[in-house]
């Protein structure tokens, strides 16, 4: 361990040691990616995709070798007992920052199927990532805010028959889909803009999961429902290259998700819609509560409750 660095110092070296663990594995996943795209068979696209994966399982890994050989975090993570790569989960977190997707990577990497999660078609340009995304088959979204699909209520339809097509190629093999019902970073502002009630979430959207649980069927039955605690409120990703983040709190509870919501129709049955969102509002009550526990425990152990957002 690197304890006796400076923060500073710690984070560039962290910083490059990240970066040559990207661009050492990002060559054989390139190859594969391409061999993926020359060849348009389902069964070899397949096979390909499985080989993406075991090339990111081991990305991982590294990464969290050098994270905890840089700065010897002892993170608190309760709850993951049980779990099994041979199942469909959908995760659900909440969302304050980057760090969140390092994390849950971190803490389910080899536990569950390879997670896989919607993402802005915007971010098909990032260097490097763009690609790999694509080939481990991460449906791109096209984003549209109220007014846009106001006046355009089409444009809706678009996002609906991505989930569709992706959901279908989600049930023929083990799947854990992430979802982020806060739909972006949670910060103050944000959270008063909204009226959210609750003190550290921002209001939750239910459409996306209940659009993934319409498609996959029976398929998708048991809910991580994640909770993620910082020592910093809104932590960058210099924050965990750094060594600002030594103590990550992680709670995963499991649970079966009611029968009765797999297969709704969320779009045109109103009180099917209500009855979803009622349920969604219950889990979002109970994490709330969780933060407002966590905040305490961290308080008796002598750290700030304030770091919680």
Known sequence: MLLFLPAPVRGVIGFVLFALNLMFWIIPFYVVAILKLLIPVTRWRQLCVRWLEAIGEVWIDVNGLLERALHGGDWDIVGIDGLRRRDWYLVSSNHQSWVDVFVLQRVFNRRIPFLKFFIKKQLIWVPLLGLAWWALGLPFMQRHSRETLEKNPELRGQDLETTRRACEHFSQVPTALINFMEGTRFSEAKREQQQSPYRHLLNPKAGGIAFALSAMGEKMHRLL?????????????????????????????????????????????????????????????????????????????????????
């Open 225 to 309: 429902d994640v909770t993620i605690v910082y020592p910093k409120p809104n932590p960058t990703f210099w924050d965990l290259l750094s060594g600002a983040l030594p103590n990550i709190t992680v709670h995963v509870r499991q649970e079966e998700i009611p029968p009765a919501f797999i297969g709704g129709d969320y779009l045109n049955d109103e009180e099917f819609r209500e009855r979803f969102q009622t349920w969604i509002r219950e889990l979002w009550q109970d994490k709330d509560e969780l933060m407002d526990e966590l905040a305490v425990a961290w308080m008796n152990r002598g750290s700030d409750p304030a770091a919680i957002p």
